[in-house]
């Protein structure tokens, strides 16, 4: 296949990686509005906070490095959260402590957003 293929491919990864994010960090907002997508969002918040708490590698990123490998762009270390979100949120890359932190934000925002629905429903 056509290396421009696989960039553009390697880029529809990095666009569902995060709206992963966005929709893990902030998907209690919409389960406020519709309580049966929490279905899909409980599973996705606790994969996603694992995944920040664990240090651990998403699966999506070996994926979209190996078609960026194929389409022969730049490749990056690490994972998707330090190489795109870290900076953004933590420029000076407070490393695991901070990655700890933001696990626990998330979750705790969510936990709260979910406390809201389980009162509202009551």
Known sequence: ???WFYGVLAQA???VHAAFIVFVAGGGFLVLRWPRLAWIHVP???WGVAIVIGGW???LTPLELALRERAGMPLYS??????YLMPWVYPERLGQGAKIV???LT???NVAIYLRLHARRR
Do not use: E, K, T, W
């Open 44 to 46: 996705c918040l606790l």
């Open 57 to 59: 590698i998403c699966p």
């Open 1 to 3: 296949m056509d290396p």
């Open 102 to 104: 933001l696990g626990l």
């Open 78 to 83: 690490g994972g998707f959260l330090d190489q």
């Open 13 to 15: 990864v990095l666009v």
């Open 107 to 109: 979750a705790g925002l």
